[in-house]
């Protein structure tokens, strides 16, 4: 059955409200494309799986969208030049997950020219499907909404899976990124026709786009262009986290996927926005994926905004866009509060999957002393996924893996939900890291 608020649009059952969710700081002025800058730096590993593999070296000369690291194997993705200039080599610089990372250095010629690689295929309509699937994979999208998964392996289900319904996640709910919003607002042919043409990838009669009712704007944009496509767009409650794949699917559908199970295994695939239109410029102009839009935001940044980036933009290049700080920051996160990761370096690259970029105050970027659990049951009320996150937990600082895991410790999506109505500020999201990390050790070391 599917939930309904009282309001009549679509919900889950938990989840929660953020206090002040800071959209207002970046959510109301278009789109800036920013200027070339004189090097780049592409990150190797943009993608869930084995990342590609270079086929430039030190001194090559590149153009604009040329094919700079091949995907090595099915799980991988391929990267292009984000602008002509030459190679500077196969060089290490810090990765968002707090470890140095491969990347390729473009110095830039200051021309930002080259042609579309691809060849254009205007009459997606009457295209194969194969061939459009095709086109994902040599495009080298992913998932832009955070999780990076290579976009061809989703779209490719096995065939015991019968999927009915493509699902494209508008719902942007994480605090203080608004990319997503001003994509759709600004584009919403572009994420329309992207939608119908995953659409016909996956030979699927429905195809919507979930968006929450605090971007009414966008989704009066979608609408104009939904009937001619053939595309629903859904209004959804604001609750986070309403932009999760399974939450997406209950809210949309009323299906429910199963414990341990995919999307596919509810009949439904879910691809970002930010996908979408990707995926409509690789096909009708031939463009693979060199930037994307990214929200720099926070109450210490001048200008918050969103903002055309190159992939490969460091992120202090970034941060000058929006005309840099008030004062010293106390948190550098790529990505919103909630689900983000917090960086030690203003040189961490923008990759596909950086939605945003957030710098928050000193004030609030505060490690906080926590006791023993009081048991009020606010996380257990919280949880989107209908878990017992005070009982993995405490699971866990007893070093008890085996009981975290008989309590489905593996289903957490990990979204913060608990940790943000906690009233004593446990780590819980800390310590059901710890225990997947720990099962995953265990698991490999059987094999």
Same mark, same amino acid.
């Given at each position: 059955?599917?939930?309904?608020?009282?309001?009549?649009?679509?919900?889950?059952? &938990?989840?929660? !409200?953020?206090?002040?969710? &800071?959209? =207002?700081?970046?959510?109301?002025?278009?789109?800036?494309?920013?200027?070339?800058?004189?090097?780049?730096?592409?990150?190797?590993?943009?993608?869930?799986?084995?990342?590609?593999?270079?086929?430039?070296?030190?001194?090559?000369?590149?153009?604009?969208?040329?094919?700079?690291?091949?995907?090595?194997?099915?799980?991988?993705?391929?990267?292009?030049?984000?602008?002509?200039?030459?190679?500077?080599?196969?060089?290490?610089? +810090?990765?968002?997950?707090?470890?140095?990372?491969?990347?390729?250095?473009?110095?830039?010629?200051?021309?930002?020219?080259?042609?579309?690689?691809?060849? +254009?295929?205007?009459?997606?309509?009457?295209?194969?499907?194969?061939?459009?699937?095709?086109?994902?994979?040599?495009?080298?999208?992913?998932?832009? &909404?955070?999780?990076? %998964?290579?976009?061809?392996?989703?779209?490719?289900?096995?065939?015991?899976?019968?999927?009915?319904?493509?699902?494209?996640?508008?719902?942007?709910?994480?605090?203080?990124?608004?990319?997503? !919003?001003?994509?759709?607002?600004?584009?919403?042919?572009?994420?329309?026709?992207?939608?119908?043409?995953?659409?016909?990838?996956?030979?699927?009669?429905?195809?919507?786009?979930?968006?929450?009712?605090?971007?009414?704007?966008?989704?009066?944009?979608?609408?104009? %262009?939904?009937?001619?496509?053939? #595309?629903?767009?859904?209004?959804?409650?604001?609750?986070?986290?309403?932009?999760?794949?399974?939450?997406?699917?209950?809210?949309?559908?009323?299906?429910?996927?199963?414990?341990?199970?995919?999307?596919?295994?509810?009949?439904?695939?879910?691809?970002?926005?930010?996908?979408?239109?990707?995926?409509?410029?690789?096909?009708?102009?031939?463009?693979?994926?060199?930037?994307?839009?990214?929200?720099?935001?926070?109450?210490? #940044?001048?200008?918050?905004?969103?903002?055309?980036?190159?992939?490969?933009?460091?992120?202090?290049?970034?941060?000058?866009?929006?005309?840099?700080?008030?004062?010293?920051? &106390?948190?550098?996160?790529?990505?919103?509060?909630?689900?983000? %990761?917090?960086?030690?370096?203003?040189?961490?690259?923008?990759?596909?999957?950086?939605?945003?970029?957030?710098?928050?105050?000193?004030?609030?970027?505060?490690?906080?002393?926590?006791?023993?659990?009081?048991?009020?049951?606010?996380?257990?009320?919280?949880? +989107?996924?209908?878990?017992?996150?005070?009982?993995?937990?405490?699971?866990?600082?007893?070093?008890? %893996?085996?009981?975290?895991?008989?309590? !489905?410790?593996?289903?957490?999506?990990?979204?913060?939900?608990?940790?943000?109505?906690?009233?004593? !500020?446990?780590?819980?999201?800390?310590?059901? =890291? =710890?225990?997947?990390?720990?099962?995953?050790?265990?698991?490999?070391?059987?094999?």
């Amino acid at each position: 059955m599917i939930n309904k608020s009282s309001r009549g649009v679509m919900t889950f059952s &938990g989840g929660i !409200h953020p206090v002040g969710d &800071g959209k =207002r700081l970046s959510s109301a002025a278009a789109v800036r494309r920013a200027p070339l800058l004189e090097r780049y730096f592409v990150l190797l590993a943009e993608n869930a799986g084995k990342p590609p593999v270079p086929v430039v070296k030190k001194g090559d000369k590149v153009a604009k969208y040329q094919l700079i690291a091949a995907a090595d194997g099915f799980v991988s993705a391929n990267l292009h030049a984000p602008t002509s200039g030459e190679v500077g080599g196969i060089v290490e610089v +810090p990765g968002p997950m707090g470890v140095p990372s491969m990347a390729v250095e473009i110095i830039s010629d200051g021309e930002d020219r080259g042609d579309a690689p691809l060849a +254009p295929i205007p009459d997606w309509r009457g295209a194969d499907p194969e061939v459009l699937k095709t086109r994902v994979r040599e495009a080298g999208l992913v998932g832009m &909404g955070g999780a990076s %998964f290579p976009t061809h392996v989703k779209l490719s289900p096995p065939p015991d899976k019968t999927v009915d319904t493509l699902i494209l996640n508008g719902a942007e709910c994480e605090p203080y990124l608004t990319a997503d !919003h001003r994509l759709m607002l600004e584009t919403p042919e572009r994420v329309v026709r992207g939608a119908a043409i995953l659409a016909k990838i996956l030979r699927v009669k429905r195809a919507c786009i979930g968006v929450e009712t605090n971007k009414a704007d966008a989704i009066a944009a979608l609408k104009m %262009f939904g009937a001619e496509y053939g #595309v629903e767009v859904i209004t959804l409650r604001v609750r986070y986290p309403q932009g999760s794949e399974k939450q997406l699917i209950n809210a949309i559908t009323g299906r429910q996927v199963r414990s341990g199970g995919l999307p596919m295994d509810a009949g439904c695939v879910v691809q970002n926005v930010g996908t979408a239109a990707a995926l409509a410029d690789a096909v009708t102009e031939g463009i693979p994926l060199v930037e994307r839009i990214t929200t720099v935001t926070g109450e210490v #940044v001048v200008s918050p905004g969103n903002f055309l980036l190159k992939i490969g933009t460091p992120a202090i290049e970034a941060v000058k866009l929006a005309g840099g700080v008030k004062s010293e920051p &106390g948190k550098l996160i790529f990505g919103g509060p909630m689900m983000g %990761f917090a960086q030690k370096s203003f040189r961490v690259p923008v990759a596909k999957n950086t939605s945003g970029i957030l710098l928050l105050p000193a004030r609030v970027a505060v490690n906080y002393a926590s006791t023993g659990c009081i048991r009020c049951g606010r996380c257990v009320q919280g949880c +989107p996924m209908h878990l017992m996150p005070c009982l993995l937990s405490t699971a866990v600082e007893a070093d008890r %893996f085996d009981l975290a895991a008989q309590n !489905h410790v593996m289903d957490c999506m990990e979204c913060g939900s608990c940790a943000y109505v906690c009233p004593d !500020h446990r780590p819980l999201v800390q310590n059901i =890291r =710890r225990a997947k990390a720990e099962l995953r050790r265990q698991a490999a070391a059987k094999k």
